[in-house]
């Protein structure tokens, strides 16, 4: 062999091997996940292709309750009239429950490091304007992504332990947290904090309920695995509080 035809393999062989591993590098760096690849800002879901999501009215920023009015009269409501619950209704819940309030994206309730790990469902049962199913809370879009349908308050019933309100409301939010989206900050202490904003958010939803002349019931005893079965929810997603809601009854 040359010296000529060796050069020219060895010249081939280094090409190939760096080629090799820088190749190799690059494909691995992009497969590989990033810290939050699997948190995401929303926990999307796959939406049945024949439903889009559904817009939700502007919220009102001026009601005719005061806050103060509205803090004075909040109860539990467990018992509601038949009457369902308006898409404009639903719409205000959301928002102050959890929407954008801000051109910096800031929301209705404190988040700990503006970490936002809740999601808030909707089990719509006789919601006007809305088919019966399970809904996601877009905060951004201000609009629900469907996630299955079908009437589902007597199941989220069963899974509550059987009380019976929540089988009865017309319409039920559930609301969820991703806690690795703040505990990647804040460490163990960030339970704490998605605990602190699930009460935030949750009071604010039944203050609006009260303001719309409307009536909630926070519930915690449920099956959890079986709440997120029935909301096909995202494994990250941990079901905090299930609140059946509706008109009250006058004896209520």
């Known amino acids: ?4 035809t060796r050069q020219v393999i060895i010249a081939v062989a280094v090409t190939l091997a760096f080629g090799g591993l820088i190749a190799f590098s690059c494909a691995d760096e992009a497969s590989a996940p990033s810290p939050t690849s699997s948190i995401t800002t ?10 889009a999501s559904v817009g939700l ?5 001026d009601g005719p309750v005061s806050l103060e009015k509205a803090v004075h009269q909040r109860r539990s409501v467990r018992e509601y009239t038949h ?14 429950a959890q929407g954008i309030t801000s051109s910096q994206g800031g929301r209705a309730a404190p988040s700990a490091g503006g970490t936002y790990p809740l999601e808030i469902y909707v089990a719509a049962g006789k919601v006007t304007g809305l088919e019966a199913g ?13 996630v299955k349908s079908g009437d589902l308050r007597r199941d989220l019933q069963e899974a509550s332990h059987d009380q019976t309100w ?3 409301a017309p319409v039920v939010f559930v609301i969820g947290a991703v806690y690795e989206r703040t505990t990647k900050r804040y460490g163990d ?5 998605v605990h602190l904003e699930a009460g935030h958010a949750a009071q604010n939803l ?3 309920a009260t303001a719309l002349g409307l009536g909630a019931v926070t519930v915690g005893a449920f099956t959890d695995e079986r709440i997120q079965e029935l909301l096909d929810l995202p494994t990250q997603v941990k079901p905090l509080y299930v609140i059946p809601l509706g008109h009250p009854k006058s004896d209520s």
């Not at 009457?83 to 102050?96: E, G, K």
């Open 134 to 146: 399970v809904y996601h809370y877009l905060p951004q879009q201000h609009a629900l992504a469907p």
């Open 206 to 208: 039944c203050l609006q």
């Open 42 to 51: 929303d926990a999307s879901h796959a939406a049945p292709a024949t439903r």
């Open 57 to 61: 009215p502007p919220p009102s920023l």
């Open 1 to 4: 062999m040359s010296r000529r």
């Open 83 to 96: 009457a369902p619950v308006t898409l404009a209704d639903v719409s205000q819940l959301l928002w102050a």
């Open 189 to 193: 202490r960030g339970v704490r904090y």
């Open 166 to 168: 929540v089988g009865a």
